[in-house]
């Protein structure tokens, strides 16, 4: 079935520091491509999205490009700021499923140090 | 523009007593989603409603929990009785049509004891 990978955490970074955490994934057809945050006490966010191979997403400076040929959807951001510590998901939905059905990865929680 | 309501925030039980959980969707969006997040995991889902029809239940333990979405709109998870194994976080999201963004609630973190 289908499945995300995401990079195992927990992540620690200096402020200003570049960002990646990976995600790949495994699924049939062209799945649509998602990375959701979760800041501490709130529900999960949209960060970004992509729906075919090629697209990138981009929002608050972090993007993330949808490479059909390594199966990757990598999280990256030029300077980390103290508020980006959050936990992020990478989550996929299947064109199989009728792209109803969020499938996530297990979430990989960033801090930033000052 | 309110955002996807749940109550409570926080429950802590007995095992087996039961607990319910309330969720209040997004004005406007018929389609409303249950997912279970354990420790440590991403959310998985539970249940999947177009209005008030049921139409994905697969991954709902129905021997101990049920939910109903009466009139479409609010909606509310059971677990009779609690397990252990069911202190997790419970998530509910809302979106307008199932192939759209759905957005989500800060969730119901239950404990059981």
């Known amino acids: 079935g289908d499945s995300v990978t995401q990079m195992e955490g927990p992540v620690t970074l200096s402020e200003e520091a570049f960002l990646t955490i990976n995600c790949t994934y495994t699924a049939t057809g062209y799945p649509s491509l998602f990375w959701y945050v979760q800041y501490p006490g709130e529900g999960l966010q949209l960060l970004l999205k992509?729906?075919?191979?090629?697209d990138k997403g981009s929002n608050k400076g972090f993007e993330a490009t949808y490479r059909k040929e390594t199966t990757s959807f990598h999280l990256e951001k030029g300077s980390v700021q103290v508020s980006d510590s959050a936990v992020y998901f990478c989550?996929?939905?299947?064109?199989?499923?009728?792209?109803?059905?969020?499938?996530f990865g297990t979430g990989t929680r960033l801090t930033i140090i000052p | 523009e309110a955002g996807v309501v749940q109550s409570p925030r926080y429950k802590i039980i007995e095992k087996k007593q039961p607990v319910a959980f309330w969720c209040n969707p997004i004005?406007?969006?018929?389609?409303l989603y249950w997912y279970l997040q354990n420790l440590g995991q991403g959310p998985e889902l539970l249940i999947r409603?177009?209005?008030?029809?049921?139409?994905?239940d697969s991954q709902l333990p129905k021997d101990r929990f049920s939910a109903e979405r009466l009139k479409g709109v609010d909606s509310t998870l059971k677990i009779q009785p609690a397990e252990l194994g069911d202190s997790a976080v419970y998530l509910c999201?809302?979106?307008?049509?199932?192939?759209?963004?759905?957005?989500f609630g800060a969730g119901t973190r239950l404990s059981v004891l």
């Open positions: 409603y177009e209005n008030e029809e049921a139409v994905d």
């Open positions: 989550a996929l939905t299947s064109p199989n499923f009728g792209n109803e059905k969020l499938t």
């Open positions: 992509a729906t075919k191979a090629d």
């Open positions: 004005s406007g969006h018929n389609t």
């Open positions: 999201a809302s979106s307008f049509g199932p192939q759209n963004i759905q957005y």
